[in-house]
């Protein structure tokens, strides 16, 4: 069977010069204050993302890049706080300084077609630091930059990718995605937004006096300087659709099977077979982090259109032993219970109340650590610039974090793809753990990415047929 993904691939982009963005008429010049969970250090770094369009015939002749750069103009007078600057204040607080000064904008042009890329989406995205219009910047440098940097790359086969970098201080995943749908409204022509964007990051601040009601293990120690080696680090992708979600079901207990979500199923599913690759000493503890939305909570009053970051960050812990020993069940259940956890009344107003108690810390993140960001609910399925669904949505490059991405594969089945990155030697490990949970199905694919390698493996197929694919992708 081959493969779409090319044995090489390699291209050239022409950028055209940076230029700054303005909102297109004047705007308030106030100083807005970002919210506690806003300023925490572990925001303090800019998301990147791409967006990869197909040529429309409906558009044939239409620059997407003149059409977006126009609604980006009239998408920052609504959203005019993106234009300003942030500035920290005593006690390491953020404020924004709304004064019109603008966001980066590049347009360039690619001589690579959209099917060059193949079809195995999935951070990190072959030759990204071609479509991002700046260097990754290191964490905590968000001080007097612009907030948003925006690059629309045209391609030869008339589609084209909208790459984008923005401060995760000012707007979680949800947030982000929201203004990109607006965006998309005003690049369609719409003359108003649909939804329009409160600041309200008040209710996300500590109180006068902060109290901490809940216990917060995710910033319950110091944490060691740990940093991933990406480049050395393998990164495979997993696909699970409802024939792999069946399998999962079946080694957990029938009230899990009823009631744990998908999104539950999978993260335990990785951090324990995670878990037993690694190979920890069997009395260490070994934590689970994922993310929570806290939107929609009714106690908080969030309004509709918040595009401040509202996320918790629950943890889930077990001995490294009893992990690996107990059933599927035991991870499912762990996972549930801390996501209970970080649901319940009053905790995202602790969190605040503990942030601003402990010098707004960094979360604990350490080897020990397995961090796992759901990207399914956010709403970036929304987005449209007028050239129609995009074929991807979703991170440019790797990070701290594994991803659950809301994704349909070749043959049309919609699923959830979650990554992977570990170094080789504990990756072969992980791979021959997940076996034991998918074997029942034929249907379970990896996609699997070494730096400037993807393969392609049908797992228990695989040993049937010989059925292997690898293809060497430069940088």
């Known amino acids: 069977m081959a493969l779409s993904n090319p044995l090489y691939l390699t291209f050239t982009t022409r950028r055209n010069k940076p230029i700054i963005i303005r909102p297109a008429i004047p705007t308030p010049y106030e100083f807005k204050p970002l919210s506690d969970i806003d300023d925490q250090e572990?925001?303090?770094?800019?998301?990147?993302?791409?967006?990869?369009?197909?040529?429309?015939?409906?558009?044939?002749?239409?620059?997407?890049?003149?059409?977006?750069?126009?609604?980006?103009e009239k998408a920052l007078v609504y959203y005019y706080p993106f234009a300003g600057r942030i500035h920290e204040g005593p006690d390491r607080k953020l404020v924004v300084e709304c004064n019109g000064e603008g966001i980066v904008?590049?347009?360039?042009?690619?001589?690579?077609?959209?099917?060059?890329?193949?079809?195995?989406?999935?951070?990190?995205?072959?030759?990204?630091e071609d479509l991002l219009c700046v260097p990754e910047t290191p964490v905590g440098d968000v001080i007097n930059r612009p907030l948003l940097y925006i690059q629309v790359t045209r391609l030869k086969c008339e589609g084209f990718i909208f790459g984008i970098q923005h401060c995760h201080c000012m707007a979680d995943s949800s947030g982000i995605a929201q203004f990109l749908v607006a965006l998309g409204e005003l690049a369609r022509g719409a003359n108003s937004l649909s939804v329009q964007p409160p600041w309200a990051r008040e209710i996300l601040s500590a109180r006068i006096l902060p109290h901490i009601t809940h216990r917060h293990p995710e910033y319950d120690y110091t944490p060691e300087k740990y940093s991933l080696p990406y480049d050395s680090l393998e990164h495979r992708s997993f696909f699970f659709g409802e024939k792999e979600i069946s399998v999962l079901k079946e080694h957990v207990s029938p009230k899990l099977r009823r009631f744990a979500t998908k999104f539950e199923l999978i993260a335990a599913c990785l951090w324990k077979c995670r878990t037993t690759a690694v190979d920890y000493n069997p009395r260490e503890k070994v934590r689970l982090m994922f993310v929570v939305d806290a939107r929609g909570k009714q106690s908080l009053k969030i309004p509709k259109g918040y595009y401040g970051t509202a996320l918790a960050f629950p943890v889930a812990e077990a001995e490294a032993g009893e992990l690996c020993q107990h059933q599927l069940s035991y991870a499912v259940q762990l996972v549930t219970e801390a996501k209970a956890r970080a649901t319940a009344d009053g905790y995202m107003q602790s969190v605040a109340n503990l942030l601003v108690s402990k010098g707004r810390p960094h979360f604990a993140m350490d080897s020990r650590t397995f961090f796992i960001s759901e990207l399914t609910h956010n709403g970036l399925e929304g987005i449209d610039f007028g050239w129609g669904k995009p074929v991807y949505l979703g991170p440019a490059t790797v990070s701290i974090a594994s991803y659950c991405i809301g994704m349909q594969n070749k043959k049309g089945e919609k699923g959830i793809r979650a990554s992977m990155h570990l170094p080789e030697c504990d990756m072969e490990r992980f791979c021959l753990e997940m076996e034991r949970f998918t074997k029942a199905s034929n249907h379970m694919m990896m996609f699997f990415q070494q730096p400037n390698t993807f393969i392609q493996d049908h797992s228990e197929l695989a040993k049937a047929n010989s059925f292997v694919g690898v293809n060497h992708i430069k940088p």
């Open 42 to 72: 572990a925001l303090r770094f800019y998301n990147t993302g791409v967006i990869f369009c197909p040529k429309n015939h409906l558009m044939s002749g239409q620059d997407p890049a003149q059409i977006i750069k126009s609604a980006l």
């Open 105 to 128: 904008f590049v347009e360039a042009d690619a001589d690579v077609r959209l099917e060059d890329f193949g079809d195995a989406f999935c951070p990190p995205i072959p030759c990204h």
